[in-house]
Nanobody, 117 residues
């Protein structure tokens, strides 16, 4: 069974940093031709924050460009989201997502990120 498990969320002050991890199990991360981080803030729709392909091509929502970096470590079967210069508006539940040709879409359970003083 394919699973994605997020970790690394928490409470941080504005201007601080966090690194989220998304560990894949049941399948080699290279099987995911596209992986992404989404977030859902209270009262808002889910939005795509950042995505990465197997060739390490990346894309970001405008609001996080220059502050967030998505990456994947194939040897550790893990994807990351480095978040710097965090703002209160980054507060949300962050979800990991992966797409494979065989299993379709797989979601993680989510990890809470709260940016507050």
């Amino acid at each position: 069974q394919v699973q994605l498990v997020e970790s690394g969320g928490g409470l941080v002050q504005p201007g601080g940093s966090l690194r989220l991890s998304c560990a894949a199990s049941g399948k080699n991360i290279l099987s995911f031709y596209f992986m992404a981080w989404y977030r859902r803030a209270p009262g808002k729709q889910r939005e795509l924050v950042a995505g990465i392909t197997t060739r390490a091509m990346t894309n970001y929502v405008d609001s996080v460009k220059g502050r967030f970096t998505i990456s994947r470590d194939n040897a550790k079967n893990t994807m990351y989201l480095q978040m710097n210069s965090l703002k209160p508006e980054d507060t949300a539940v962050y979800y990991c997502n992966g797409l494979t040709a065989v299993d379709g879409t797989t979601w993680g359970q989510g990890t809470q990120v709260t940016v507050s003083s």
